[in-house]
Structures are given as C-alpha cells and as structure tokens.
C-alpha cells in the first residue's frame, strides 16, 4: 500500500504521520504542497497537523487551494482515499470533500491533553477493526476544533452513519459531540484527535494504531 504524506508551510505533524503509515506497513511518499501531482501509485493520501499557512484567513483555507490540493480532490473524485487529521480535517472541509466547518473552540482556548474518543461507525476501512462504541484513549490538540455544520448536513451524517467518532467527554463544543466524519463513498475521514500520536507504545496509547493497520491491511489485500 502507497501512502502520500503532505507538507504545508506550517505543517507539524508530517513527519508523525509518516511514521505511523511506515510502521502500519506502508510504502511512504513525501509531497510538498506546491507540487502538482501525486506520486504514481498512491492509494491514501494522508494530510498532517500543524498550522498551515499560519492558519491565516480560515484554517486550512489557504493550504485549500494549494496545488497539491487539486491533485487530492481529483484522487477523492477518483475513489482514492484521504485520511486528514486536526489541521487536515479543516483542509477536507476548505476543500468540500467533507460537509461542515471547525470553528473556534466554544472555551475560546487551546486543547492539548489526551481525551476519551468513542468509535461511533465502523463501516469504514478506518475504523472496522475497532468496536462500535468502543473508548479510545487519542490526543487532542487544536484551537478551531468545533465541528459545525447545517442541521441537514447533521441529519445525514447521522443518518448515513458517517460520524465516525464521538468526543466522550466535552472538548471543544462540536455540534453532536463530532471528532470525526466520513465522506458520502466512506473513502474519505477527517478527524481532530491525533492517532498518529497514539501509534506506540513509547506515546503512552497504541489506541490509535488499528486506522493505519486498517487502512493497510485493506489496500494491501484490495
């Protein structure tokens, strides 16, 4: 399986998320965001954390409309998947790929601390090795993390089983307690709370491990 990390100016968690597909069993590319195109082969692209762009104008705005990011709306349209977490989801929602907007936290402050996350689908080659209602121990760490979107968009996530995880404890004001959401086709998740960072053991929680061996195992077998 051949994953493409992307780098932003600003981007922090690139390398974390390289390393977790890597150990997960994957063949890694690294991207720069003003590259054009996608490495031939690619089967997920994965879009870090950080700040992009200083997160200038909107979070994940600018990074949006990157050049890299018309390769990766075209690999969406394509069937491809894309994994984007914290800084990633909020360049899922800039590009449309996903329905809603992360706005300011609802305490108006920055939250870093490891949170209780609640698998809330597992129809997703992310998530069908973990347990529906299952609790996971991931780290957090974003100030634009209020998931928001309009009460049909909410209806049909909720309907279509696409909240892929729920916050278990209050963290940031999301509408239905959202950290994460899955695409119309499945092929597409954008989440807050940080599995890469929840990989090993030395992180002090593998909890969020089974997304890249997931994610492997599938596109390995396909």
Same mark, same amino acid.
């Given at each position: 399986?051949?994953?493409?990390?992307?780098?932003?100016?600003?981007?922090?968690?690139?390398?974390? *998320?390289?390393? /977790?597909?890597?150990?997960?069993?994957?063949?890694? =590319?690294?991207?720069?965001?003003?590259?054009?195109?996608? $490495?031939?082969?690619?089967?997920?692209?994965?879009?870090?954390?950080?700040?992009?762009?200083?997160?200038?104008?909107?979070?994940?705005?600018?990074?949006?409309?990157? $050049?890299?990011?018309?390769?990766?709306?075209?690999?969406?349209?394509?069937?491809?998947?894309?994994?984007?977490?914290?800084?990633?989801f909020q360049v899922l929602t800039e590009t449309? *790929?996903? $329905?809603?907007?992360?706005?300011?936290?609802?305490?108006?402050?920055?939250?870093?601390?490891?949170?209780?996350?609640?698998?809330? =689908?597992?129809?997703?080659?992310?998530? !069908?090795? #973990?347990?529906?209602?299952?609790?996971?121990?991931?780290?957090?760490? +974003?100030?634009?993390?209020? #998931?928001?979107? =309009?009460?049909?968009?909410?209806?049909?996530?909720?309907?279509?089983?696409?909240?892929?995880?729920? #916050?278990?404890?209050?963290?940031?004001?999301?509408?239905? !307690?959202?950290?994460?959401?899955?695409? /119309?086709?499945?092929?597409? *998740?954008?989440?807050?709370? +940080? $599995?890469?960072?929840?990989?090993?053991?030395?992180?002090? =929680?593998?909890?969020?491990?089974?997304?890249?061996?997931?994610?492997?195992?599938?596109?390995?077998?396909?």
């Open positions: 399986m051949h994953a493409a990390v992307i780098t932003f100016p600003g981007s922090n968690c690139d390398r974390d *998320l390289t390393v /977790a597909f890597a150990q997960a069993g994957a063949r890694v =590319s690294r991207v720069w965001h003003k590259d054009t195109s996608l $490495p031939d082969g690619v089967d997920v692209v994965g879009i870090p954390g950080g700040f992009s762009f200083g997160d200038y104008l909107r979070c994940g705005a600018i990074a949006a409309n990157s $050049p890299i990011c018309r390769a990766v709306v075209a690999h969406a349209g394509r069937g491809g998947y894309v994994l984007g977490i914290c800084n990633g449309r *790929l996903l $329905p809603g907007a992360l706005m300011r936290n609802a305490g108006l402050k920055f939250v870093c601390r490891t949170i209780d996350l609640t698998v809330a =689908s597992t129809d997703s080659v992310f998530t !069908d090795g #973990y347990q529906a209602g299952q609790t996971l121990r991931v780290p957090v760490a +974003h100030h634009d993390g209020n #998931y928001t979107a =309009s009460a049909e968009e909410l209806s049909a996530l909720r309907d279509e089983d696409r909240i892929a995880f729920t #916050y278990g404890e209050p963290v940031n004001g999301s509408a239905m !307690d959202i950290a994460g959401v899955l695409s /119309a086709n499945r092929r597409v *998740l954008g989440m807050m709370p +940080h $599995p890469e960072r929840a990989a090993e053991e030395a992180q002090g =929680s593998t909890d969020g491990r089974q997304i890249f061996a997931g994610l492997v195992g599938a596109l390995t077998a396909a």
